[in-house]
């Protein structure tokens, strides 16, 4: 399978609700509540403390079609950091390697990050891939630290 990353478009509004009805699961464990139709506008606007627009990056996971999407905000809390929001996968799609292909795929695109985070809840889905991808849990954070690339990238 090659997966691409690109970024989000208004034409993929559509696709991505349909991704987010979907996710209800994360979306409920997260929020308590499902996802909405102004979800993907709020996304834009959506920032944590300390970001600017620029930093933040919707990307959309493509493999014969969309399949993943991946809320991303660069050099956040620090330099060569990233944050993401969320990173979903279709249920009926999940525990096929997807997940670990968009990882693949974000550090191809951001060769310069060298840390990622993301904020956790008591009971997120997602939180057992988090620990296989090498995620380190603590507390309401998870951390990845990503080999600097000696080639440059």
Known sequence: MRLTLRDFTPADEPEVLRLFADCDDWFQAATGHPSGPGDVQSLFYALPEGA??????????????MIGFVDLVVDHPAPHHASIGFFLVPKDLRRWGIGSEMVRALTQRYPAITHVHVRLDEFKPGNEFLKAMGFSLNGQLAVLEIAPRSDGR
């Open 52 to 65: 600017r627009d620029e930093q933040k990056h919707l990307l959309v996971a493509e493999a014969q079609g």
